[in-house]
């Protein structure tokens, strides 16, 4: 299958895309299954299980179960009006479907919590069941959120994301060498490749805006976070630290001239920004996912400001980004809860890692250099988020794997694009870590830092 730039990097929603973006879309895509006998429905049932039992209420997916079955989907939610349209269902236990047809709904009793009970196919499942006045059920469809954003319904999962369908492009590739290989067979780059593939689906210029886009709300959301101070939700009181970072940095500028390694403030800075407005449930880009949404937008601003960027540069990072962030996702996995946090953080290192070395004009194997580097020295990284909240490690985090990222990319400029261990190798070796792993370090808050943070 084709995994487009627009796949892997999506407006969206905070704070998690597997656990509050991928539950809404799931919701709406029920409302669709639903269709005219959504007129008949009385009551909606939402099983949430394990992941997203254990993380859940962290994550906001009851907030997101209660978005999507109202109609909203989360590109186009603005996150003013979520909290207030969760307010008023949860005030009058009522909730209009589709935004069309009242029905009774009280969380209560209608969303079931199924703790660790997991499906089979996939840690990630919810069930909606819809009921009629006479208590019988009018429909039942399963859902998995499999990472960063992506939903599939029960009849999709048994499909192999390699096997899916997909438009035709001209330099299709499942895996790194057949990138390297139709790359120079071709005599492109990586991000002329992927912009080959993208134009058979789309004109030139709704790609480039598309693109410009993308940049534009990762920036604005760095700016976002910069400005706005406070204590973000959830009950852990972690206060905000990009404001006070920024208006450090500001008022010391001629620290930087002294400094060698100042730069990296502002990296830490703006991927602290984004992390933090993603706590906070505000706007973000999954880049691939929200929990890592940070990373990217971090290291494409470094390039910006430290390396004068310019809109072709800025382009080709994510187009080769993407590159990269579909391998992952044809071969192993993006999702926290599937492989742990070598799927989020993990994967935006590698993809960023990628990016920026094509924009400092890396050649292609120096570019598949940074990226398998950047994975290399992740491997094993575990998901443990305290309290279920994507706040303790995951902030703090996507500013340590900014910084990797561009020293992944440096290393890889350092030589000339040979190696020992392949991006493809390094991709298998994650996917397996990510099955060896033990599901107390995948996205279940029943380990790690999740349980030890009180005798530390
Ligand atoms: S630890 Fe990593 S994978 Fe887990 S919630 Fe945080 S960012 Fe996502």
Not at 4 to 12: A, E, H, N
Not at 64 to 78: H, Q, T, Y
Request: aromatic share 6%; glycine share 10%; with cysteine.
């Amino acid at each position: 299958m084709t995994v487009s730039v627009f796949d892997l990097f999506k407006l969206g929603i905070g704070p998690s895309s597997s656990h509050t973006m991928g539950p809404m879309t799931a919701a709406v895509r029920f409302l669709q299954h639903l269709g005219p006998a959504l007129s008949r429905v009385v009551r909606v049932e939402v099983a949430l299980y394990a992941s997203l039992a254990l993380t859940g209420r962290g994550h906001a997916t009851d907030r997101a179960v209660i978005l999507g079955l109202a109609g909203f989907s989360p590109s186009k939610l603005d996150p003013d009006e979520a909290d207030r349209v969760v307010g008023e269902v949860r005030a009058a236990r009522r909730l209009s479907l589709g935004g069309a047809h009242e029905i009774a709904f009280d969380e209560t009793t209608d969303l079931k919590w199924e703790g660790r009970t997991r499906l089979p196919q996939h840690p990630n499942a919810l069930k909606f069941t819809a009921f009629d006045a006479g208590d019988e059920a009018v429909a039942e469809r399963i859902y998995f959120s499999i990472g960063g954003g992506f939903v599939r319904d029960q009849d999709e999962m048994g499909l192999n994301t390699r096997d899916e369908p997909g438009p035709p492009t001209p330099y299709p590739f499942d895996s790194g060498v057949e990138l390297l290989e139709q790359a120079t067979a071709a005599d492109l780059t990586i991000a002329g490749l992927v912009r080959a593939n993208e134009e058979a689906m789309r004109p030139r210029q709704a790609l480039d805006d598309g693109l410009d886009a993308i940049i534009a709300a990762m920036y604005a959301c760095i700016e976002r976070g910069m400005r706005t101070d406070g204590i973000l939700p959830g009950g852990l009181k972690v206060q905000r630290r990009a404001y006070q970072v920024h208006q450090s940095l500001m008022a010391n500028a001629d620290r930087s001239i002294a400094d060698p390694l100042a730069a990296l403030d502002w990296v830490n800075l703006w991927a602290l920004a984004v992390n933090e407005e993603n706590a906070a449930g505000g706007r973000v880009v999954t880049a691939p996912t929200n929990g890592a949404a940070g990373l990217l937008p971090a290291v494409l601003r470094f390039y910006d400001r430290f390396h004068q960027g310019t809109a072709e540069g800025r382009r080709n990072f994510l187009l080769t980004a993407a590159a990269i962030g579909a391998l992952y996702k044809k071969n192993a996995s993006i999702s926290g809860a599937e492989v742990g946090c070598q799927g989020e953080v993990g994967v935006a290192c590698s993809m960023a890692a990628a990016g920026i070395a094509a924009a400092l004009g890396a050649s292609n194997a120096q570019i598949e250099n940074a990226a398998e580097i950047a994975m290399e020295h992740n491997l094993g990284l575990t998901c443990d988020p305290i309290g279920g909240l994507v706040q303790i490690p995951c902030i703090e985090r996507n500013a340590m794997g900014a910084v990797k990222a561009i020293d992944a990319a440096r290393l890889a400029l350092l030589g000339d694009g040979q190696h020992s261990v392949s991006l493809d190798k390094v991709i298998a070796t994650m996917k397996r870590t990510g099955e060896d792993m033990s599901a107390i370090y995948k996205e279940t808050s029943l380990g790690g830092l999740a349980v030890n943070l009180a005798e530390c």
